[in-house]
Antibody, heavy 118, light 109 residues
Framework: EVQLVESGGGLVQSGGSLRLSCAASGFTFRIYNMNWVRQTPGKGLEWISHITSSTSAIYYADSVKGRFTISRDNAKDTLYLQMNSLRDDDTAVYYC???????????WGQGILVTASS | QSALTQPRSVSGSPGQSVTISCTGTNSDVGDSNYVSWYQHDPGKAPKLIIYDITRRPSGVPDRFSASKSGNTASLTISGLQAEDEADYYCCSYTATVWMFGGGTKLTVL
């Protein structure tokens, strides 16, 4: 069974940093592209970052470019999101999501809440 | 990067059909063969219900169907059931950008 379990969320002061982790199991992590998607309070889903299986390509949404860094450790079956210079509007539930070549997301984690507050 | 446009809410009675639209531009939905749809029960993980514009993953009932015309994609749910009540999101993938719709809340009356 595919499982994606996020950790590392919590309350942080605006301007601060946080690192999210996503532990993957039930599939061969190293051959899949991975993503982070977030849902802000009362709003919809927003894709924020993508990393290919071999880390050969990394993409970011404009809203987080220059502040967030996606990475992965294929030996540990773990995906990361380093979030710096957090702003109030980064407050959201962050989902770790497995991606497929045609750009769809077939498995999602349960999500982890990040609250950035001034 | 603006969200794709979906109606905020739709509703229908059990057994009826509802259609949710997802409107973008020539640069996203109109230029993409890779539109997907997700069902999201708040508090749970979103679930893929349509990919590649019209394809259903195994396990998704054939009551769920989808299409695209020009800059608008559509999701139709036939034979509405109480369990279909959820939020629905479209997503368009083009090159290196994924764009979600704002989401539509489906209420089963």
């Amino acid at each position: 069974e595919v499982q994606l379990v996020e950790s590392g969320g919590g309350l942080v002061q605006s301007g601060g940093s946080l690192r999210l982790s996503c532990a993957a199991s039930g599939f061969t992590f190293r051959i899949y592209n991975m993503n982070w998607v977030r849902q802000t309070p009362g709003k919809g889903l927003e894709w924020i970052s993508h990393i290919t299986s071999s880390t050969s390509a990394i993409y970011y949404a404009d809203s987080v470019k220059g502040r967030f860094t996606i990475s992965r450790d294929n030996a540990k079956d773990t995906l990361y999101l380093q979030m710096n210079s957090l702003r109030d509007d980064d407050t959201a539930v962050y989902y770790c999501v497995r991606g497929r070549p045609n750009g769809y997301f077939d498995y999602w984690g349960q999500g982890i809440l990040v609250t950035a507050s001034s | 990067q603006s969200a794709l446009t979906q109606p905020r809410s739709v509703s229908g009675s059990p057994g009826q059909s509802v259609t949710i639209s997802c409107t973008g531009t020539n640069s996203d939905v109109g230029d993409s063969n890779y539109v997907s749809w997700y069902q999201h029960d708040p508090g749970k993980a979103p679930k893929l219900i349509i990919y590649d514009i019209t394809r259903r993953p195994s396990g998704v009932p054939d009551r769920f169907s989808a299409s695209k015309s020009g800059n608008t994609a559509s999701l139709t749910i036939s034979g509405l059931q109480a369990e279909d009540e959820a939020d629905y999101y479209c997503c368009s993938y083009t090159a290196t950008v994924w764009m979600f719709g704002g989401g539509t809340k489906l209420t089963v009356l």
